[in-house]
Nanobody, 115 residues
Framework: QVQLVESGGGVVQAGGSLRLSCAAS????????MGWYRQAIGKQRELVAS???????NYADPVKGRFTISRDNAANTLYLQMNSLKPEDTAVYYCNYRSSLWNYWGQGTQVTVSS
């Protein structure tokens, strides 16, 4: 199994920045994709950004140019650097791990952007 623990959420003013972290532990497959999803109140959960273990990152259109996903494979940690935050970025952010056999989610971390 894989365990995912997110951290770094909080309250920030519009235009500010936050850095989310996701620490993964357990049976990490060689080939996998990790990503960040978010779910705002009354909205569907949506992809924010994802990144395979060896490849290029993918970003949802609303965050392109503002967010950067990265991963430290040696530390089994996924990051999301969020800059120029907007109130519409307010959501619970979830870390995701996906392999050919398994799909795991973290517990989520709240990000609130005030205007």
């Amino acid at each position: 199994q894989v365990q995912l623990v997110e951290s770094g959420g909080g309250v920030v003013q519009a235009g500010g920045s936050l850095r989310l972290s996701c620490a993964a532990s357990g049976s990490i497959a060689r080939f996998n994709t990790m990503g960040w999803y978010r779910q705002a109140i009354g909205k569907q959960r949506e992809l924010v950004a994802s990144m395979p273990s060896a490849g290029s990152a993918n970003y949802a259109d609303p965050v392109k140019g503002r967010f950067t996903i990265s991963r430290d494979n040696a530390a089994n940690t996924l990051y999301l650097q969020m800059n120029s935050l907007k109130p519409e970025d307010t959501a619970v952010y979830y870390c995701n791990y996906r392999s050919s056999l398994w799909n795991y989610w973290g517990q989520g971390t709240q990000v609130t952007v005030s205007s």
